[in-house]
């Protein structure tokens, strides 16, 4: 294992900002994440774990202490009560592995297709695209538990699944270092065409669209909107989306209708658990004074989709804040509704 220092870790993410790391390795095995712990340990540094590094902005000092980049390989399939089991390695490229479900006929993950960053963390804040995500075929999560150093199996019931949530950006945040994720799917299913874009693309196709169809239906959808990882398109240089969609409180939503209303608008909203909405981010967005395309300096919006923030060149991770700050602050004066930022903030 080869520990290095001063690894700058903005190349290691999407949105490209953010400075070094003071000390840096790579686990490929579980034995290099106990032994990179152990490192941290002995000299008191904090750690944090990287995966694909999609989802995250990075501070321009930097992290002061280990990063422990996830690099643990690994496709391995098995048949259990007539469910196709999958056993991958944290380190996996995510749309790697739908490729091979997909390749295999097997459903559950065709929607998430194109999802950046690792297998490892899509466990942490629940990925979802499309109409899917992954608490509905995530099994099992086995990750090492860095204050004990033993290695545990956690069930999808203990994961605490919600919208962009788990216990391991919440309640035990920092606690767990996921080393594999065990995902159950449907051998020779059907795909789930619900989501009102993937509906409108199949429209008038006369086959049922098949697993792979709706794979590459998803990741053409996503290209069209900046959220699929395309070289050389500078609206992707980001974290996706910047804002979760807000979940109001039935007062709290009425606030939000009655504002609308003064202005003669409506606004999109779902229901969501008990008596919650769920609310448009990106409406609020858009509907605050920041279209698609907005430029504010070295940072901007996507010129395809108002929810992601972009790097247009040499942003530096406080351009990026600056941003996202002024949007909240918009949102909140015009709307009455705090956004809340989806991608991880470190060494802030
Ligand atoms: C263009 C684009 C489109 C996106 N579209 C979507 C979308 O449709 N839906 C969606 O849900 N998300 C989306 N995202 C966000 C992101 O891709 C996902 O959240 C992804 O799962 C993050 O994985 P990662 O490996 O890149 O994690 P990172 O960004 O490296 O890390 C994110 C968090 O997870 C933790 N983490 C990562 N790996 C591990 C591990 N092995 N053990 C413990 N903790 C870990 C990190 O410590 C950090 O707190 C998008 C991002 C981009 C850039």
């Known amino acids: 294992m080869l520990i290095q220092e001063h690894v700058p870790?903005?190349?290691?993410?999407?949105i490209q900002v953010g400075g070094p790391a003071r000390?840096?390795?790579e686990a490929r095995t579980a034995d290099d994440a106990l032994a990179a712990v152990e490192f941290a340990r002995s000299k008191s540094l904090a750690l944090f774990v990287?995966?694909?590094?999609?989802?995250?902005?990075?501070s321009d000092k930097g992290w002061p202490g280990l990063v422990?980049?996830?690099?643990?390989?690994?496709?391995?399939?098995?048949a259990e009560k007539g469910r196709a089991i999958f056993d991958v390695g944290a380190g996996e490229e995510w749309d790697k592995f739908v490729a091979f479900a997909v390749g295999k006929n097997c459903a559950g993950v065709e929607c998430l297709s194109g999802i950046p960053g690792s297998v490892g963390g899509t466990p942490v804040q629940n990925v979802g695209a499309y109409g899917q995500e992954v608490a509905e075929t995530i099994e099992s999560v086995q990750a090492l538990e860095v204050e004990t150093l033993e290695v545990r199996e956690i069930a999808k019931t203990n994961c605490g699944f919600s919208y962009r949530s788990s216990i391991f950006n919440t309640t035990e945040r920092g606690r767990y270092i996921i080393l594999k994720t065990t995902y159950s799917l449907t051998p020779s299913g059907t795909p789930k065409i619900e989501y009102a874009d993937l509906k409108k693309y199949f429209a008038g196709w006369?086959?049922?669209?098949?697993?792979?169809?709706?794979?590459?239906?998803?990741?053409?959808?996503?290209?069209?909107?900046?959220?699929?990882?395309t070289p050389g398109d500078p609206d992707c240089k980001s974290a996706g989306s910047f804002f979760k969609n807000p979940i109001l409180s039935p007062?709290?939503?009425?606030?939000?209708?009655r504002r609308a209303a003064l202005k003669g608008l409506q606004v999109p909203s779902y229901p969501a658990l008990e008596s919650q909405k769920k609310v448009s981010a990106a409406w609020l967005v858009e509907h605050s004074g920041f279209s698609k395309g907005f430029i504010a300096g070295k940072?901007?919006?996507?010129?395809?989709h108002a929810l992601a923030i972009v790097n247009?060149?040499?942003?530096?991770?406080?351009?990026?804040?600056?941003?996202?700050?002024?949007?909240?602050?918009?949102?909140?004066?015009?709307w009455g509704v705090q956004l809340a930022p989806e991608p991880v903030m470190v060494g802030f």
């Open 312 to 334: 247009r060149g040499q942003a530096t991770a406080l351009d990026i804040l600056s941003l996202k700050e002024q949007i909240q602050g918009r949102v909140k004066e015009i």
């Open 9 to 14: 870790l903005a190349p290691r993410t999407t």
């Open 206 to 229: 006369r086959e049922t669209p098949t697993l792979a169809d709706t794979r590459e239906a998803v990741r053409q959808i996503r290209a069209s909107k900046g959220m699929l990882i």
């Open 251 to 257: 007062e709290q939503h009425d606030e939000l209708l």
């Open 50 to 58: 990287l995966g694909g590094g999609s989802n995250l902005v990075v």
């Open 68 to 78: 422990l980049k996830l690099a643990i390989s690994g496709i391995e399939q098995r």
């Open 299 to 304: 940072a901007g919006i996507s010129r395809k």
């Open 23 to 25: 000390y840096f390795v």
